[in-house]
């Protein structure tokens, strides 16, 4: 409980299977799936990994996207309660209609033994009808997508996507839509609630309502911890069991959650989710969507935020490094003082970047590809879903007929950064666009000029460089013979070709 002396300006505020809670003394570093088990008694919700990894812990959050409400199956191991702040939050609990009466979703793993030891099967719920409210088409491509994040030990994913199959088509009850309305209803309800500055046990969590009010906040502390989806400082909390004192987050910032066209490019707001980056540019750069679709889960691309991704500078980030090949540029602020820096130049080394104190990423600009470019990204994993790449490679080349005539190419997993690749940026232009059997000497001295990297668990040396030289190799013969080269998709046709190998 807290003291009396402790400034507290409102509760958290949120309904939770139909019930409004308001919470006043529980600490900002809190879980969400730590109130649920604890502090509610609804321990259908599991914790496996504490990492986001396994979906034992998914929840359906249902929250205001600008004017729309949106349905999202998130990680309560790692979402903390402060961020569910103004959300319905929806668990295995309270799925079922209030009679008992199992919701369709339930009765389907029913009907199709979709259940096995039962661990997992809470979260296996919560993404299926997490895919049931946003009206998921479940043919056996959604339901790919839509589990990716949820692990079974015993294996049971046969009878699981049978059951997500037999959904298909299914239309809302009645009482379902009404139990709808109302979540609806206090959502927007409580769009009107004040900025939330809250302050329990010596520790403080501050979502401000616009730019001006977060850069302010943030210079008068610049050693609060800037917080957007908490899929990489949650597991601060849960892994290396840090205490942080002081959050600040983009969350609620007016204006960081949207994404627009611009005549030259898109404007990326920093509050962003890796899923709505990942709907809005599909059409635009399918490569980069597609690379997205590989990126985390359905869970983690719907709290994590581009602007975290990047100014978070891991070495192995996916999005970096493509981003890095389309030339991409951020903007940073520091209270009312704004510059614009090429992301390339942000990252300086392990765990530095190009940021000065008190200043933020605003949001991010991604400019159109100009006439002549083709962009293609790759990214190579042990396991297709939800896995660290070993290499990713990115690939923004300019032809001028069959030639290629300017290159901007970076990678992650080959240096302690995310960075171009200079050398073989110079070493490709004036080369056919088509690979010659004969001579292609040039790549390998150029790629171990620019990069010497590591060894390790994922990838050897000699792993990494062939992998690099192999990656590039694929995007001349796509741009080349204008057809994808990739192990899903039209990719598939191709095995035995010789187009497919490497």
Excluded at 103 to 116: K, N, T
Excluded at 409 to 437: C, D, N, Y
Excluded at 451 to 469: E, K
Aim: a neutral charge; aromatic letters at 6%.
């Amino acid at each position: 409980m807290h003291s009396a002396s402790e400034h507290i300006s409102r509760p958290i505020d949120v309904m939770i299977n139909g019930s409004v809670y308001q919470f006043s003394d529980i600490r900002p570093d809190t879980t969400l799936l730590q109130l649920l088990r604890l502090e509610l008694g609804l321990i259908g919700s599991k914790e496996g990994c504490a990492e986001g990894d396994c979906g034992a812990c998914t929840v359906v959050r249902g929250r205001m996207q600008g004017d729309r409400i949106i349905y999202q199956p998130v990680n309560a191991c790692i979402l903390l309660v402060p961020m569910v702040d103004k959300s319905v939050i929806r668990t295995v609990e309270g799925v079922a209609r209030d009679d008992g009466q199992l919701h369709p979703v339930q009765q389907a793993v029913v009907d199709h033994h979709g259940s096995q030891c039962g661990f997992c099967t809470p979260g296996f719920i919560m993404s299926l009808y997490g895919g049931w409210v946003n009206r998921c088409g479940f043919t056996a491509k959604d339901l790919d997508d839509l589990l990716a994040g949820n692990l079974c030990r015993c294996t049971g994913y046969g009878p699981l996507v049978r059951a997500g199959v037999s959904l298909a088509g299914q239309a809302l009850a009645t009482w379902e839509t009404d139990r709808l309305k109302q979540e609806a209803a206090y959502l927007r309800r409580a769009q009107d609630l004040p900025e939330l500055d809250y302050h329990v046990g010596g520790m403080s969590y501050r979502a401000p309502l616009t730019r001006d009010g977060f850069s302010s906040a943030y210079q008068d502390q610049p050693d609060t911890q800037i917080i957007a989806g908490a899929t990489d400082i949650g597991l601060w909390i849960t892994k290396q069991n840090r205490k942080l004192a002081k959050l600040l987050s983009v969350q609620e910032v007016k204006g960081l959650e949207g994404i627009t066209q611009q005549d030259d490019g898109f404007l990326v707001g920093a509050a962003a989710t890796h899923e709505q980056a990942a709907d809005y540019l599909a059409e635009y750069v399918p490569d980069l969507a597609e690379l997205w679709r590989r990126f985390g889960s359905v869970q983690v691309r719907a709290s994590g935020t581009v602007g975290g991704n990047i100014a978070n500078g891991s070495p192995i980030g996916d999005l970096a490094p493509a981003l890095i090949a389309l030339d991409a540029r951020l903007n940073l602020r520091c209270g009312a003082n704004k510059r614009q820096l090429k992301l390339d130049d942000f990252f300086i080394a392990y765990g530095q970047q190009d940021r000065r104190p008190a200043e933020w990423v605003e949001s991010l600009f991604i400019p159109k590809l100009k006439q002549g470019w083709r962009f293609r990204c790759f990214k190579l994993s042990r396991r297709f879903d939800q896995d660290i790449s070993s290499v990713m490679g990115a690939f923004a080349l300019q032809t001028d007929g069959a030639v290629i005539s300017a290159a901007r190419i970076a990678f992650g997993g080959m240096a302690a950064i995310p960075q171009r690749a200079k050398t073989l940026e110079s070493a490709v232009m004036t080369q056919p666009l088509h690979p010659q059997q004969n001579d292609e000497s040039w790549i390998d001295p150029a790629l171990a000029d620019d990069f010497t990297p590591l060894s390790d668990v994922r990838a050897s040396t000699g792993y990494r460089l062939l992998a690099a030289r192999n990656l590039l190799q694929k995007c001349r013969l796509e741009i080349a013979t204008g057809r994808s080269i990739r192990l899903v998709g039209a990719g598939h046709d191709l095995c035995g070709s010789g187009l497919g190998n490497g």
